[in-house]
């Protein structure tokens, strides 16, 4: 059961870096929290410190002030680490080995114990799509294939702190909808996943909450769904329903002839909106309510 | 990580063919008078160049970060990659003094004490330079690390060959002071006191190495 300090908790985290005799802060004073089973996205401009965030994180760069608290520890505890897992925007090691060695060298740097890492290295690559070319060098691996590997062995160790920079950056079609679906069985499986990436349409598909950041500082968060929720939109006909009663059987009021109702299913959809032609409202339109990213984005530029 | 850096360098075709150099000319130089010529340069060659890769390198193609979310102290990572290399450098030894070994036994006596006295001075001092080659790295990227080692060396050898004489006395003692200890000649022969002085520098390094790598910040990517 997760406590208060399950997760993972950012307070008023500073980080300065010195440039030509003079210190840039590129983080202000950043707090964030991520419960076990959420993924939160970070968008925001370039330079706006995501990947300095990250760093902190991940215990790579030190910051100037604040706090990060791992599961009631700090982040560069080795059981913390234990349950981390990283997926680095570029895949740039070692790319003598074979995309089996490095996994089996990543599985026992992870703990894995020898007698199961073997078996564990296959299943991944069996996972990732990637079976039949674990004994090639990483050299010959595509764009691709190398962000498969790299979320192979971010994952070959079950983490419960899951921190991902442009997992689907270079993928094709197949590749974005696999990790996708790793993302999905992370969060089933309760795990934080802190999700940095521009490409606001997979965000979208994939967040619990999203955080833009900009200039250093949070300067917006959304949740896009809550607990399982999520909203629909429905675009009524005008003149044709009663506000009160379409307020009722929604939850929400009318606003410009498009009521939001926060659902669970794809029934409760259904029943909603017969319950609605019921009153005899007209509905021209029923869809998936998305925070505009495209628009927070666009905003703060 | 020891095995695992060790059976990187015995999985390279490269280590292989320097390797097989050295025991080919462990027996050519077995028909020379004085014993262990040419391979114990090789063996200290081979420390810097396997040496080389170790943190700097790996800071720069991303692997380290790689490793650093895993759950190793740095320290431990550190001192268990100087120790793969080490060992990888300590095979090498090994082919070149078979070689030689060889190549005596074929022609005439074996001159037991001085083989010996090169390959253990050649292995001990392997430690040494891989261990400086370890702290250059902590606290640099790429390799700036061999760069620092040969640099550092040939600076040195310059000041004690053209301004010995124009130097005071104390900083030419103390110049010669950190050339015998950062890069030490061989001991004519087998000699207790150079051996426990290259192994103390040896643990001083990998001491400073380990304190600058546990402090040090390793970004990756950028904004």
Redesign the interface.
């Known amino acids: 059961m997760a406590d208060d300090s399950s997760g993972i908790h950012v307070r008023g985290l500073r980080k300065s870096f010195r440039i030509k005799g003079g210190d840039h802060e590129v983080l202000k004073g950043v707090d964030l929290d991520i419960a076990p089973g959420e993924v939160l996205g970070l968008i925001g401009p370039?330079?706006?410190?995501?990947?300095?965030l990250m760093?902190c994180l991940?215990?790579?760069?030190?910051p100037n002030g604040g706090e990060i608290v791992i599961d009631g520890r700090p982040n560069d505890d080795?059981?913390v680490?234990?349950r981390?897992?990283?997926v680095?925007?570029?895949?740039?090691?070692?790319r003598?080995?074979t995309g089996r060695a490095f996994l089996r060298?990543?599985a026992?740097?992870?703990?894995i114990p020898a007698e199961a890492a073997d078996e564990r290295v296959q299943a991944m690559l069996t996972r990732l799509g990637i079976a039949d070319a674990a004994e090639k060098r990483l050299s010959q691996y595509s764009r691709g294939m190398l962000q498969r590997i790299g979320m192979s062995?971010a994952l070959i160790h079950e983490p419960q702190f899951l921190?991902l920079?442009e997992p689907t950056s270079g993928l094709d079609p197949n590749g974005v909808l696999l990790v996708r679906e790793l993302i999905e069985e992370q969060k089933t499986r309760g795990v934080a996943v802190l999700l940095n990436s521009h490409q606001l349409a997979e965000v979208e598909k994939v967040c619990d909450r999203v955080l833009f950041l900009h200039g250093g500082v949070v300067a917006q968060a959304e949740t896009l769904r809550h607990s399982g929720r999520f909203a629909v939109a429905i675009t009524l006909l005008p003149d044709s329903f009663d506000a009160a009663e379409v307020a009722r059987i929604a939850g929400n009021a009318v606003e410009n002839g498009v009521v939001l109702a926060s659902v669970e299913t794809e029934a409760d959809i259904a029943e909603i909106v017969r319950e609605l032609a019921a009153t005899g409202a007209g509905i021209i339109g029923v869809k998936r309510h998305t925070a505009d990213l495209e628009g927070i984005f666009r905003g703060h530029a | 990580m020891v095995f695992e850096t060790l059976r990187r360098h015995v999985h390279s075709i490269a280590y292989w063919a320097y390797v097989s150099f050295m025991g080919i000319l462990g027996a050519g130089v077995s028909q020379i008078e004085r014993p262990a010529t040419l391979w114990p340069t090789l063996v200290t060659l081979l420390a810097i160049i396997a040496g080389a890769r170790i943190i700097g390198p790996e800071f720069a193609s991303g692997t380290l970060q790689l490793v650093l979310v895993k759950p190793v102290k740095r320290c431990t990572y550190l001192v268990s990659r100087v120790a793969g290399v080490v060992l990888a450098v300590w095979l090498g030894a090994v082919v070149g003094l078979t070689g030689e070994t060889v190549g005596r036994l074929v022609t005439g006596p074996v001159p037991w004490d001085a083989l010996l006295s090169a390959f253990l001075f050649a292995t001990i001092d392997a430690i040494l330079v891989v261990s400086l080659l370890a702290m250059f790295g902590s606290f640099t990227r790429g390799y700036t690390n061999v760069e620092l080692y040969i640099g550092i060396q040939i600076v040195l050898l310059m000041i004690l060959a053209f301004a010995r004489g124009k130097l005071p006395v104390w900083l030419a003692t103390a110049i010669k002071f950190v050339q015998n200890n950062l890069f030490p000649d061989a001991p004519p022969a087998f000699d207790v006191d150079w051996l426990l002085l290259i192994l103390s520098n040896a643990a001083i390094a990998l001491v400073i190495a380990c304190f600058a790598f546990s402090k040090r910040e390793v970004p990756y990517g950028a904004d």
Not at chain 1, 58 to 62: A, C, K, P, R, Y
Not at chain 1, 88 to 94: A, G, H, I, L, S
């Open positions: 370039n330079g706006a410190g995501k990947t300095t760093s991940l215990g790579f760069l030190h080795l059981d680490r234990r981390t897992g990283f680095p925007e570029r895949m740039n090691f070692d003598r080995e060298y990543m026992r740097l992870a703990g062995q921190f920079d």
